[in-house]
């Protein structure tokens, strides 16, 4: 097969894909009683190559999610042309904040202030706003970190607030992935509507900071249903790569 017929191939293959998940983002923002325009699309292409990414940026999406800088910087990087968002989700360590500041548009994991100190430095430097997400581990006691990173509900305001002063900095809204473990193990709405709780709280004192991140292939209905504004959907859009868990 050549490169032209194993892109046009692939083109088909994500066409298809993107309009399946359209359909149910349509279907659960009517049976919600929302707009569909109310509901973001982001779709996470990690693990797969820039190609990929000119091929659904053809296909209208607007908004992409890394979740690895090693993988992120040289696909931003190859796709600098094209008129995307990018989402960083991936739990971020300092030492990674320079890079991931050059490309990103949003960070949606955003957990301690400690990162939100190096975001801001790095974004003053980069000459550039910086959209940032808390992101909120409903597996974590009121005042502790989740497994997959996140704060606890109890350390939203705080570091809300900590973002908001920062200079450099945007704060945005709240991001969770539907916790494994805990109270709200397999209740995936009832941890969607637990942030939206949050949300509400966060929103009286930071009008602007509207977002939340919630819901991914799995789910993503659980989490229009409950109010999020963008959903994060990789497999859905792309398919299974072999040989990765």
């Known amino acids: 097969m050549t490169d032209t017929q194993h892109l046009s191939g692939r083109k088909e293959e994500l066409a298809a894909n993107l309009a399946a998940v359209e359909e149910r ?38 908004h992409v999610a890394e979740n690895r800088d090693q993988d992120a910087a040289p696909k931003a990087a190859a796709c600098a042309d094209l008129p995307l968002t990018w989402h960083f989700v991936g739990q971020l360590q300092t030492n990674k904040v320079r890079s991931v500041v050059s490309y990103a548009d949003v960070v949606q994991s955003v957990d301690r202030a400690k990162l939100v100190t190096a975001l801001s430095k790095d974004a003053v430097r980069a000459e550039r706003e910086l959209g940032c997400l808390i992101q909120v581990a409903l597996d974590a006691e009121e005042n502790g970190r989740g497994e997959r990173g996140g704060v606890g509900p109890g350390g939203v305001e705080e570091l809300a607030a900590c973002v908001a002063q920062a200079p450099g900095l945007r704060l945005d809204g709240l991001m969770t ?36 991140s919630a819901g991914m292939s799995s789910d993503l209905e659980q989490a229009v249903a409950a109010g999020a504004t963008h959903v994060r959907v990789g497999t859905a859009v792309l398919g299974v790569r072999p040989g990765l868990g």
């Open 25 to 62: 983002i349509s279907a659960a923002c009517a049976a919600a009683g929302r707009k569909r325009d109310d509901v973001t699309l982001i779709v996470v292409t990690k693990t797969y190559p820039a190609s990929d990414v000119r091929i659904l940026s053809g296909l209208g999406v607007r």
């Open 177 to 212: 992935v539907a916790p494994l473990t805990g109270a709200f193990a397999g209740r995936q709405q009832a941890a969607f509507e637990r942030l939206m709780d949050l949300s509400t709280v966060l929103r009286a004192a930071h009008p602007a900071a509207n977002m939340v």
